[in-house]
C-alpha cells in the first residue's frame, strides 16, 4: 500500500505524519521518531525500511517552526500528549496493542522512543545513539531547542527535563520490556548521555545494549549508519512479534594502525580515484553539480588537502571551473575499500552552492571530468555517477541537457531547433492568447521514441524573429492520448502531447515588439526534433502594455527560409500523416 501523508490534531496541537499499511499477515505497528534532520522530513522512510512487512507509522518533529523532541513547548507538554493520542489511535485503528508496537528513533528520535515507550508501557523499544539527559544536551548543544522546550528557561529547566527518562524508568513496574539500545565510545555525547544511564535499565528483563567499536565509528552520527543491518534485523523480528536477545554485547571490528598505514600506501601508489556525481540540476544555463572526489588512501580532513577542478572537455576546447568543498563524514563509510580513510571533506559542488554559468560556452557535447590536486600529485579522471542522473533545460534559444551514468557524464549545449524528424504525427488542438500569454497545447509523436510517461519527454516553444531565437518550456500533457499513432503494435506514445502549465500560456512580455514564427522542439531519447506549429506570433508593444496575436504564417516563413528540416506545408502534411485520437 503506498505511504499517505496526514494530519492529526488534539488539544491544539497538530502533528504530521505518514503511514503504510502492513503487507501479508503483519500484526505490528513501527513507529519512527525523526533525530535532527530539516523539519520537513521523516526518518528512516526510504530503502531501509522499504521491505519491511508491519505497519509503519512515521512522525515529524515540526512544532511551531522547531524540533521539540515530541515533547513540550514552554514546558507545555502538550505535543507529548498529542503523539501518544495519535499512535493509540492508530494501534486502535489497527486493532492492535501497546505489546504489538515498536517506538524507534535515532538520536533526538531514540529519547522520543525510549522516554515515552517506557512512560506510556509499549513493549519494544529501539533506540540508537539517544539522548537521555535531554535538558543537558540541548542547552549545551542546541540552544536553540533549549529555548524552545523550556522557554527560555535556565537551571531548574535543564533538571527538570534531564529527569524525564529517569523519573518515568523510576515510575515503570513493568520490567517485562524489549529494549534495544545502540551506542558507541566514539560517540561523543557517549560519555554523557549513555555511560551514567545505563545502570537504570538494568531492571528490564530483555534490555540489550550493543556497543560498537569500529574504525569506521567515529561520531556521532556513525552509530546509526554503522548498525543499520542489526537494527532492520531486529525491526524485521519484532515485526513478527519475535524478541531477540542480544544481552550486552559489542560489534564492530578494527585493524591495527600498522596494518592500516600499509593498505593504505598501496592504495596511494596505485593512484586510483573516486569521481562520482551525486546530482547534477540544470537551471537555465546554470548547472548545480555535486559529487565525491577524492584520491584512494589519502586523507582529506583539511580544506587544503584536496582541491577540486570540474574540466569540461568539448571538440578542442577545455573550460575548467573551480569547485568548492562540502563536509559529509559518512564518505570513509560509503567508500571503505580494506581499510577506512578518512574522506570527511571530499564531497564537492559548485562554490557556495551557487551553481555554475554556462552561458558563454559555444554549443558542444562536453565530456566531464573531475581535476583533483593533492599536495604530492594531481590526476584528472572522468566523472561517472554510480544511480543515473540527467536534468535539462533551455535559455535564450539554446538547449542545456546533462547526463551521467557508470560510464560517464556528458554535458550538450546545442540550439533549441532542432532536426526535422523523418516520421511524425503532429496537431496543434488549440492556439490562443490574452494580453502577453500565448497558451498552445498539441501532440507531436516522432515514430520510434517512445514517451511512455509524463516525464518521459520535454517539449519546448520556440519563436524565431528577425530579432533572434527565443524558447519557453511547456508542460507535459495533463491526459494519456493514444498509445500507437503509427500502428507499431508493441510502441507507446501515450504522453506524447504538450500544453502550458494550468492553461495560463507562456508570458512573452520580455520579446521585442515583431513577428515570429512558432515552432514547437521535442527533447527524448538524447534526441531533438522540431516541427513548425503553423502559426505566427505578432508582439506589439503600446502604453498600455505588450499584447501578442496569433496568425497563420505567411509563404516565406522565416522558419521554411531557415531550411527548417526543409519542410514546406505540403511536406509537413506528409510526415505528419496521422493524427493522434482526441486525449480522454
Known amino acids: 500500500m503506498a505511504e499517505q501523508e496526514l494530519d492529526f490534531v488534539s488539544g491544539g496541537v497538530v502533528v504530521q505524519y505518514k503511514r503504510r499499511a502492513a503487507r501479508q499477515d503483519r500484526r505490528h505497528l513501527v513507529v519512527m521518531f525523526a533525530g535532527i534532520r530539516p523539519l520537513d522530513s521523516y526518518e528512516f522512510d526510504g530503502r531501509a525500511s522499504r521491505d519491511s512487512q508491519a505497519h509503519w507509522l512515521w512522525l515529524k518533529d515540526k512544532f511551531d517552526g522547531q524540533h521539540a523532541y515530541y515533547l513540550c513547548r514552554n514546558l507545555d507538554f502538550g505535543i507529548e500528549r498529542a503523539v501518544i493520542a495519535l499512535i493509540d489511535g492508530e494501534l486502535e485503528r489497527?486493532?492492535?496493542?501497546?505489546?504489538?508496537?515498536?517506538?524507534?528513533?535515532?538520536?533526538?528520535?531514540g529519547f522520543a522512543a525510549l522516554y515515552l515507550g517506557i512512560k506510556y508501557g509499549f513493549r519494544n523499544i529501539v533506540a540508537s545513539a539517544p539522548q537521555v539527559y535531554v535538558g543537558t544536551h540541548t542547552r549545551t548543544n542546541r540552544p536553540k531547542i533549549f529555548a524552545h522546550l523550556s522557554g527560555g528557561g535556565g537551571d531548574r529547566e535543564q533538571v527538570l527535563l534531564d529527569s524525564l527518562v529517569p523519573d518515568a524508568v523510576a515510575a515503570d513496574q513493568e520490567t517485562d520490556r524489549n529494549i534495544y539500545l545502540f551506542s558507541s565510545p566514539q560517540d561523543q555525547f557517549h560519555q554523557a548521555q549513555i555511560v551514567p544511564a545505563l545502570p537504570m535499565f538494568a531492571k528490564y528483563a530483555n534490555f540489550n545494549y550493543i556497543e560498537t567499536d569500529s574504525d569506521l565509528v567515529n561520531e556521532h552520527t556513525d552509530v546509526t549508519r554503522y548498525n543499520v543491518p542489526l537494527i532492520l534485523a531486529t525491526l524485521y523480528a519484532l515485526a513478527d512479534n519475535v524478541a531477540p536477545r542480544y544481552g550486552t554485547v559489542r560489534n564492530g571490528n578494527r585493524l591495527d594502525p600498522a596494518t592500516v598505514g600499509q593498505v593504505l600506501l598501496r592504495q596511494q601508489e596505485r593512484g586510483d580515484a573516486v569521481a562520482n556525481l551525486t546530482s547534477g540540476r540544470l537551471s537555465g544555463s546554470v548547472f548545480f553539480p555535486e559529487g565525491v572526489g577524492f584520491l584512494r588512501g589519502h586523507a582529506v580532513r583539511r580544506w587544503e588537502d584536496l582541491a577540486a577542478t570540474l574540466v569540461l572537455a568539448g571538440n578542442g576546447t577545455r573550460h575548467e571551473f573551480r569547485l568548492g568543498g562540502n563536509r559529509d563524514a559518512g564518505i570513509g563509510f560509503r567508500y571503505f575499500?580494506?581499510?577506512?580513510?578518512?574522506?570527511r571533506l571530499a564531497a564537492f559542488s559548485s562554490p557556495k552552492k551557487a551553481g555554475i554559468d554556462l552561458g558563454a560556452l559555444p554549443p558542444d557535447t562536453y565530456c566531464l571530468q573531475l581535476q583533483l590536486a593533492a599536495p604530492d600529485r594531481t590526476v584528472e579522471v572522468p566523472l561517472r555517477s554510480d544511480t543515473g542522473i540527467g536534468s535539462?533545460?533551455?535559455?535564450?534559444?539554446?538547449?542545456?541537457?546533462?547526463?551521467?551514468?557508470?560510464?560517464?557524464?556528458?554535458?550538450?549545449?546545442?540550439?533549441?531547433?532542432?532536426a526535422a524528424p523523418g516520421e511524425a504525427c503532429f496537431r496543434l488542438r488549440s492556439c490562443s492568447t490574452r494580453g502577453p500569454l500565448l497558451h498552445l497545447a498539441g501532440d507531436f509523436a516522432v515514430r520510434g521514441v517512445e514517451i511512455l510517461h509524463r516525464q518521459a519527454a520535454r517539449y519546448y516553444l520556440v519563436l524565431h524573429g528577425t530579432a533572434g531565437v527565443h524558447s519557453f518550456e511547456l508542460a507535459p500533457a495533463a491526459r494519456r492520448?493514444?498509445?500507437?499513432p503509427f500502428g507499431d503494435g508493441l510502441s507507446d506514445y501515450?504522453?506524447?502531447g504538450f500544453g502550458t502549465r494550468r492553461d495560463a500560456g507562456v508570458d512573452l512580455s520580455a520579446l521585442a515588439p515583431g513577428t515570429y514564427d512558432a515552432a514547437v522542439s521535442?527533447?527524448?531519447?538524447?534526441?531533438?526534433?522540431t516541427l513548425p506549429a503553423g502559426r505566427s506570433v505578432q508582439i506589439t508593444a503600446s502604453g498600455s502594455g505588450v499584447t501578442a496575436a496569433v496568425r497563420q504564417p505567411g509563404p516565406e516563413s522565416v522558419l521554411f527560409r531557415a531550411g527548417l528540416g526543409r519542410l514546406r506545408p505540403a511536406v509537413l502534411r506528409q510526415r505528419a500523416f496521422r493524427r493522434p485520437a482526441r486525449r480522454s
Not at 522 to 529: I, P, R
Open 337 to 343: 575499500e580494506d581499510a577506512f580513510c578518512d574522506y
Open 392 to 418: 535539462e533545460s533551455q535559455l535564450g534559444g539554446r538547449l542545456f541537457r546533462f547526463r551521467a551514468d557508470g560510464g560517464r557524464a556528458v554535458l550538450d549545449i546545442r540550439p533549441v531547433l532542432g
Open 494 to 496: 501515450s504522453w506524447a
Open 481 to 484: 492520448g493514444e498509445p500507437d
Open 522 to 529: 521535442l527533447s527524448c531519447a538524447g534526441g531533438l526534433y
Open 94 to 109: 489497527l486493532g492492535l496493542t501497546r505489546s504489538q508496537c515498536t517506538l524507534a528513533g535515532f538520536s533526538k528520535g
